[in-house]
């Protein structure tokens, strides 16, 4: 079976530190993945997502990259964390364009 | 992308009592699903209509479709505490692979 694994799940960081975040799909291949955020109370936007390795589209410009080094391996990543960077991350994966996504554990990031 | 738009943004109810939430959208959709987020934890995919059905269920789940409309709505039937979450409707236009999230109705069943 699919899983997906998201880590870590709980990160504080300082202003101006860089962000990894690591993102990685068991049990399939050349899945689509995504990166969401959501800001406390609202719903989810939608910042990267990846067709295949080496190809990343991003949904908003903003101080944050994304890297697929692996098939089935997602990397959000920032050289120098905002205030407003802060926020809840989601992974999330789906096999076939227009079907439903599984969604990893999310973590939740303040950046202090 | 676009982005269905749920109805109402809160609701609270008692146990044992039905629980309905509507969604409308604006633009043609190949699928509209439904998602579940429980307070602080990832999405988990409740149910997915195609724009060529018009009512699905799974366990005490309804959901209509109504293309003319372009609206949908999620009935949870016999409401449980466990139901208590923010529940997400997402509409898939066609030649697209991003879901569009809105900001959700959050549901509280009340013991």
């Known amino acids: 079976s699919q899983t997906i694994h998201q880590w870590p799940a709980t990160l504080v960081q300082p202003v101006g530190s860089p962000l990894s975040l690591e993102c990685t799909v068991e049990?399939?291949?050349?899945?689509?993945l995504y990166w969401y955020r959501q800001a406390a109370g609202r719903g989810l936007q939608l910042l990267f997502y990846s067709v295949g390795i080496g190809q990343i589209s991003s949904e908003v410009p903003q101080n944050l990259s994304a890297s697929r080094p692996q098939d089935r391996q997602f990397i959000l990543s920032s050289k120098k964390l905002l205030l407003s960077d802060s926020g809840f991350y989601l992974c999330?994966?789906?096999?076939?364009?227009?079907?439903?996504?599984?969604f990893g554990s999310g973590t939740r990031l303040t950046v202090v | 992308s676009q982005q269905g738009e749920e109805d109402p943004q809160a609701l609270s109810i008692q146990e044992g009592e039905n629980a309905t939430m509507n969604c409308s959208y604006k633009?043609?959709?190949?699928?509209l699903q439904w998602y579940r987020q429980n307070s602080g934890r990832g999405l988990v995919h409740l149910i997915l209509?195609?724009?060529?059905?018009r009512e699905k269920h799974s366990g005490r789940l309804r959901v209509t479709l109504d293309t003319s409309k372009k609206s949908s709505s999620l009935l949870i039937t016999a409401s449980r505490a466990a139901d208590t979450a923010s529940y997400f409707c997402?509409?898939?236009?066609?030649?697209?692979?991003?879901?569009?999230f809105g900001a959700g109705t959050t549901v509280t069943v009340r013991a």
């Open positions: 633009t043609s959709i190949n699928n």
């Open positions: 999330a994966w789906n096999r076939y364009q227009n079907y439903g996504y599984t």
């Open positions: 209509i195609r724009s060529n059905e």
């Open positions: 049990g399939t291949s050349n899945p689509n």
């Open positions: 997402v509409i898939f236009a066609f030649n697209d692979y991003k879901l569009s």
